[in-house]
Protein backbone atom coordinates (compact mmCIF):
# COMPACT_ATOMS: atom_id res chain seq x y z
CA UNK A 1 0.00 0.00 0.00
CA UNK A 2 2.60 2.30 1.08
CA UNK A 3 4.38 1.58 -2.42
CA UNK A 4 2.03 2.49 -4.46
CA UNK A 5 0.60 5.96 -3.16
CA UNK A 6 4.77 6.70 -3.37
CA UNK A 7 4.42 5.87 -6.72
CA UNK A 8 0.90 7.57 -7.60
CA UNK A 9 2.22 10.72 -5.97
CA UNK A 10 5.50 10.90 -7.94
CA UNK A 11 3.18 9.81 -11.07
CA UNK A 12 0.64 13.00 -10.44
CA UNK A 13 3.65 15.36 -9.50
CA UNK A 14 5.10 14.54 -12.89
CA UNK A 15 1.87 15.48 -14.67
CA UNK A 16 0.89 18.63 -12.41
CA UNK A 17 2.56 22.24 -12.09
CA UNK A 18 3.67 22.98 -8.70
CA UNK A 19 1.38 25.23 -5.99
CA UNK A 20 1.76 29.14 -6.37
CA UNK A 21 4.65 30.20 -4.74
CA UNK A 22 4.29 32.50 -2.00
CA UNK A 23 1.40 31.25 0.29
CA UNK A 24 1.56 28.42 2.81
CA UNK A 25 -0.29 25.49 1.00
CA UNK A 26 -2.92 24.77 2.94
CA UNK A 27 -5.06 21.11 2.52
CA UNK A 28 -8.30 21.43 4.01
CA UNK A 29 -10.44 18.25 3.40
CA UNK A 30 -13.72 19.68 3.68
CA UNK A 31 -15.17 22.95 2.17
CA UNK A 32 -16.18 24.15 5.69
CA UNK A 33 -12.31 23.82 6.66
CA UNK A 34 -11.76 25.67 3.92
CA UNK A 35 -13.79 28.82 3.85
CA UNK A 36 -12.43 29.55 7.16
CA UNK A 37 -8.95 28.79 6.33
CA UNK A 38 -9.29 31.66 3.85
CA UNK A 39 -11.05 34.06 5.42
CA UNK A 40 -8.23 33.53 8.41
CA UNK A 41 -5.31 33.47 6.64
CA UNK A 42 -6.31 35.54 3.63
CA UNK A 43 -3.75 35.69 0.17
CA UNK A 44 -0.96 34.64 2.67
CA UNK A 45 -2.47 31.00 1.95
CA UNK A 46 -2.98 28.41 -0.89
CA UNK A 47 -5.65 26.08 0.22
CA UNK A 48 -6.81 23.01 -2.04
CA UNK A 49 -10.05 21.37 -0.79
CA UNK A 50 -10.36 17.74 -0.57
CA UNK A 51 -14.05 16.50 -0.84
CA UNK A 52 -16.28 18.88 -3.14
CA UNK A 53 -19.43 20.47 -1.01
CA UNK A 54 -22.02 17.65 -2.25
CA UNK A 55 -20.16 14.41 -0.62
CA UNK A 56 -20.03 13.00 2.99
CA UNK A 57 -16.36 12.84 4.42
CA UNK A 58 -16.68 9.09 5.54
CA UNK A 59 -17.98 8.17 2.01
CA UNK A 60 -15.54 9.94 -0.39
CA UNK A 61 -12.74 8.38 -2.85
CA UNK A 62 -9.47 10.05 -3.22
CA UNK A 63 -8.39 11.51 -6.58
CA UNK A 64 -4.58 11.11 -7.86
CA UNK A 65 -4.98 15.37 -7.27
CA UNK A 66 -5.72 14.94 -3.57
CA UNK A 67 -2.52 12.54 -3.17
CA UNK A 68 -0.44 15.84 -4.46
CA UNK A 69 -2.32 18.41 -2.05
CA UNK A 70 -1.90 16.27 0.83
CA UNK A 71 2.21 15.43 0.06
CA UNK A 72 2.66 19.38 -0.84
CA UNK A 73 0.78 20.52 2.38
CA UNK A 74 2.33 22.30 4.76
CA UNK A 75 -0.40 21.94 6.89
CA UNK A 76 -3.77 19.83 6.77
CA UNK A 77 -6.85 20.49 8.41
CA UNK A 78 -9.90 17.86 9.03
CA UNK A 79 -12.88 16.99 11.06
CA UNK A 80 -11.63 13.67 12.43
CA UNK A 81 -14.65 11.62 10.16
CA UNK A 82 -12.39 11.05 6.97
CA UNK A 83 -11.20 7.14 7.60
CA UNK A 84 -8.43 7.47 5.29
CA UNK A 85 -6.67 10.52 6.22
CA UNK A 86 -4.19 9.62 8.71
CA UNK A 87 -2.85 6.55 6.49
CA UNK A 88 -2.36 9.22 3.33
CA UNK A 89 -0.62 11.56 5.66
CA UNK A 90 1.48 8.61 7.30
CA UNK A 91 2.79 7.35 4.07
CA UNK A 92 3.32 10.43 1.95
CA UNK A 93 4.18 13.49 4.25
CA UNK A 94 4.29 12.75 7.65
CA UNK A 95 5.79 16.29 8.29
CA UNK A 96 3.15 18.25 7.88
CA UNK A 97 0.91 20.09 10.35
CA UNK A 98 -2.24 18.38 11.11
CA UNK A 99 -5.04 19.75 12.58
CA UNK A 100 -8.28 17.98 13.77
CA UNK A 101 -11.11 20.34 14.39
CA UNK A 102 -13.92 17.86 15.75
CA UNK A 103 -17.96 18.49 16.36
CA UNK A 104 -20.39 20.36 14.49
CA UNK A 105 -19.29 23.43 12.48
CA UNK A 106 -23.45 24.88 11.44
CA UNK A 107 -23.88 27.30 14.40
CA UNK A 108 -21.60 30.93 15.16
CA UNK A 109 -20.22 29.53 17.77
CA UNK A 110 -18.47 26.81 16.80
CA UNK A 111 -17.43 28.64 13.15
CA UNK A 112 -16.15 30.84 15.37
CA UNK A 113 -13.90 28.41 18.01
CA UNK A 114 -12.64 26.70 14.45
CA UNK A 115 -11.67 29.69 12.81
CA UNK A 116 -9.80 31.03 16.20
CA UNK A 117 -7.75 27.39 16.07
CA UNK A 118 -7.05 27.76 12.40
CA UNK A 119 -5.68 31.02 13.07
CA UNK A 120 -3.70 29.85 15.80
CA UNK A 121 -2.41 26.89 13.84
CA UNK A 122 -1.41 29.36 11.00
CA UNK A 123 0.09 31.84 13.55
CA UNK A 124 2.55 28.85 14.74
CA UNK A 125 3.48 27.95 10.63
CA UNK A 126 4.14 31.65 10.06
CA UNK A 127 4.69 33.55 13.50
CA UNK A 128 5.37 36.74 11.56
CA UNK A 129 1.78 37.11 10.22
CA UNK A 130 0.04 35.84 13.84
CA UNK A 131 -1.66 39.40 14.65
CA UNK A 132 -3.09 39.55 11.15
CA UNK A 133 -4.64 35.99 11.00
CA UNK A 134 -5.98 36.25 15.17
CA UNK A 135 -7.61 39.83 13.59
CA UNK A 136 -9.12 38.24 10.41
CA UNK A 137 -10.74 35.89 13.01
CA UNK A 138 -12.00 38.43 14.82
CA UNK A 139 -13.64 40.02 12.22
CA UNK A 140 -15.19 36.78 11.23
CA UNK A 141 -16.67 36.37 14.69
CA UNK A 142 -17.79 39.53 14.61
CA UNK A 143 -19.53 39.33 11.41
CA UNK A 144 -20.68 35.37 12.57
CA UNK A 145 -22.17 36.57 15.90
CA UNK A 146 -24.30 39.71 13.89
CA UNK A 147 -25.44 37.37 11.73
CA UNK A 148 -26.54 35.28 14.55
CA UNK A 149 -28.20 37.64 16.18
CA UNK A 150 -29.77 38.89 13.59
CA UNK A 151 -31.40 34.84 12.82
CA UNK A 152 -32.53 34.51 16.60
CA UNK A 153 -34.67 37.82 16.38
CA UNK A 154 -36.46 36.11 13.85
CA UNK A 155 -37.14 32.90 14.40
CA UNK A 156 -38.42 34.52 17.95
CA UNK A 157 -40.76 36.76 16.06
CA UNK A 158 -41.78 33.51 14.58
CA UNK A 159 -42.61 31.56 17.73
CA UNK A 160 -39.93 28.88 16.71
CA UNK A 161 -39.89 27.25 20.27
CA UNK A 162 -43.57 26.30 19.66
CA UNK A 163 -43.21 24.73 16.13
CA UNK A 164 -42.40 20.70 17.15
CA UNK A 165 -39.53 19.19 14.24
CA UNK A 166 -37.88 15.82 13.61
CA UNK A 167 -34.43 16.55 12.35
CA UNK A 168 -31.79 14.76 10.65
CA UNK A 169 -29.26 13.85 13.19
CA UNK A 170 -26.47 16.21 11.18
CA UNK A 171 -28.78 19.55 11.98
CA UNK A 172 -30.28 18.84 15.34
CA UNK A 173 -28.01 21.36 17.08
CA UNK A 174 -29.09 23.63 14.88
CA UNK A 175 -32.68 23.31 14.72
CA UNK A 176 -32.14 23.75 18.64
CA UNK A 177 -30.08 26.75 18.55
CA UNK A 178 -32.56 28.78 16.13
CA UNK A 179 -35.17 27.59 18.77
CA UNK A 180 -37.77 24.89 17.38
CA UNK A 181 -38.48 21.78 19.80
CA UNK A 182 -37.19 19.17 18.76
CA UNK A 183 -39.20 15.87 19.38
CA UNK A 184 -36.72 13.49 17.82
CA UNK A 185 -34.06 12.62 15.39
CA UNK A 186 -33.17 10.40 12.99
CA UNK A 187 -29.75 9.05 11.60
CA UNK A 188 -28.26 8.90 7.36
CA UNK A 189 -31.25 6.84 5.59
CA UNK A 190 -28.73 4.26 4.72
CA UNK A 191 -29.12 3.25 8.60
CA UNK A 192 -32.25 3.49 8.67
CA UNK A 193 -35.63 1.25 8.01
CA UNK A 194 -39.24 1.13 7.42
CA UNK A 195 -39.52 -0.07 11.24
CA UNK A 196 -37.43 3.31 11.99
CA UNK A 197 -40.56 5.56 9.93
CA UNK A 198 -42.92 3.64 11.43
CA UNK A 199 -41.64 4.41 15.26
CA UNK A 200 -41.04 8.35 13.74
CA UNK A 201 -44.32 8.29 12.24
CA UNK A 202 -46.14 7.58 15.97
CA UNK A 203 -43.51 9.82 17.89
CA UNK A 204 -44.35 12.56 14.95
CA UNK A 205 -47.90 12.12 15.23
CA UNK A 206 -48.30 12.26 19.03
CA UNK A 207 -45.99 15.34 19.06
CA UNK A 208 -48.02 17.14 16.55
CA UNK A 209 -44.99 17.76 14.40
CA UNK A 210 -45.08 20.44 12.07
CA UNK A 211 -41.33 19.98 10.16
CA UNK A 212 -38.97 17.37 8.98
CA UNK A 213 -35.72 18.61 8.76
CA UNK A 214 -33.03 17.03 6.36
CA UNK A 215 -29.31 17.05 5.90
CA UNK A 216 -29.21 17.56 1.72
CA UNK A 217 -25.58 15.11 2.23
CA UNK A 218 -27.50 12.68 4.12
CA UNK A 219 -29.61 11.93 1.43
CA UNK A 220 -33.34 13.39 1.90
CA UNK A 221 -35.61 10.39 0.44
CA UNK A 222 -36.08 9.13 4.27
CA UNK A 223 -37.04 12.41 5.24
CA UNK A 224 -39.85 13.51 2.10
CA UNK A 225 -41.27 10.07 3.20
CA UNK A 226 -41.55 10.71 6.97
CA UNK A 227 -42.99 14.09 6.07
CA UNK A 228 -45.66 13.20 3.24
CA UNK A 229 -46.28 10.54 6.49
CA UNK A 230 -47.06 13.47 8.90
CA UNK A 231 -48.61 15.31 6.78
CA UNK A 232 -45.40 18.02 7.84
CA UNK A 233 -42.63 20.35 5.57
CA UNK A 234 -40.19 18.88 4.58
CA UNK A 235 -37.34 21.09 5.02
CA UNK A 236 -33.43 19.94 3.40
CA UNK A 237 -30.69 22.06 4.48
CA UNK A 238 -26.78 21.60 4.25
CA UNK A 239 -23.45 21.18 6.19
CA UNK A 240 -21.63 22.38 3.74
CA UNK A 241 -21.21 25.43 1.79
CA UNK A 242 -21.58 25.61 -2.23
CA UNK A 243 -24.52 23.41 -2.12
CA UNK A 244 -27.49 25.20 -1.69
CA UNK A 245 -28.32 28.62 -4.08
CA UNK A 246 -27.18 31.46 -1.90
CA UNK A 247 -24.84 29.17 0.88
CA UNK A 248 -21.68 30.52 -0.91
CA UNK A 249 -19.92 30.35 2.40
CA UNK A 250 -20.33 29.52 6.45
CA UNK A 251 -21.71 32.74 7.09
CA UNK A 252 -24.56 32.74 3.60
CA UNK A 253 -25.06 28.78 4.38
CA UNK A 254 -26.48 29.64 7.83
CA UNK A 255 -28.70 32.42 6.63
CA UNK A 256 -29.94 29.97 3.82
CA UNK A 257 -30.55 27.08 6.61
CA UNK A 258 -32.36 29.98 8.78
CA UNK A 259 -34.29 31.06 6.00
CA UNK A 260 -35.14 28.04 4.63
CA UNK A 261 -36.75 27.17 8.25
CA UNK A 262 -38.30 30.39 8.45
CA UNK A 263 -40.02 29.80 5.18
CA UNK A 264 -41.31 26.50 6.23
CA UNK A 265 -43.07 27.88 9.40
CA UNK A 266 -44.41 31.07 7.30
CA UNK A 267 -45.92 28.07 5.37
CA UNK A 268 -47.67 27.02 8.20
CA UNK A 269 -49.42 30.63 8.54
CA UNK A 270 -51.28 30.30 4.79
Not at 89 to 116: F, R
Amino acid sequence: MRRLLIWSVAAVVLGFPALAQGSLPVVATSAVLADLTEKVGGELVGVTTIIPAGFCPAHYDLRPSDLLAVAQAELVLYHGIEPWLETLLGNVNPEAKVIKLPGPWNMPQAMIDKAQAIAAALGELLPEEAEAFSHRAEEFASQVQTLGEELLARAEELSLPQIPAIVMQWQAGFATWLGLDVVATFLPEERLSLKDLAELSVQGREAGVLLVIDNLQSGVSFGARLAHELGAVHVVLTNFPGALPGAVDLPSMLRVNAEAIFSAVSSLED
